[in-house]
C-alpha cells in the first residue's frame, strides 16, 4: 500500500528550488519511502527523530540521502494513510532540523 503524499507549501518551494538532478532524486526517495514510510522499528524505512539540536521533533521521520546532501523531514497521518513533508533541506549541521521545528510550530503540527 502507497501512503498518499502532501507537501507543506514551503516543502514545495523547497522542492522547487533543487537542481534538476536532486529533484528527481529527492522525488523517487519520497516515492520509495511512501510505500511503508513508519519506522525502521515497524519494518518501515522512516528514521526517527527525537530531540535534534535543541528541537524537539520527536513523532517526526527523516530520509536520508547521503550522496546529494540533503534530508527530508515528514510526519505520518495515520489515520488518512498521509506523509506530509515538512521540509527538504542541505545537511548542514542541524540547520534542516531548526527549519523543520519553526515550520512544525508554525502550521501547529
Known amino acids: 500500500m502507497t501512503w498518499k503524499i502532501d507537501y507543506l507549501p514551503e516543502a514545495v518551494k523547497d522542492l522547487r528550488d533543487l537542481a534538476g538532478n536532486q529533484r528527481l532524486l529527492v522525488r523517487k526517495a519520497i516515492d520509495k519511502i511512501s510505500t511503508n514510510p513508519l519506522s525502521s522499528e515497524e519494518g518501515g524505512y522512516g528514521k526517527p527523530l527525537g530531540n535534534k539540536g535543541g528541537n ?31 521540509i527538504i533541506g542541505a545537511r548542514e549541521d542541524d540547520e534542516v532540523y531548526e527549519l523543520a521545528a519553526r515550520r512544525i510550530e508554525n502550521h501547529n503540527l
Open 56 to 86: 524537539n521533533l520527536t513523532g517526526f521521520y527523516k530520509i536520508k540521502l547521503r550522496g546529494a546532501g540533503l534530508r527530508i523531514v515528514y510526519k505520518l497521518v495515520r489515520q488518512e494513510d498521509q506523509m506530509l513533508i515538512i
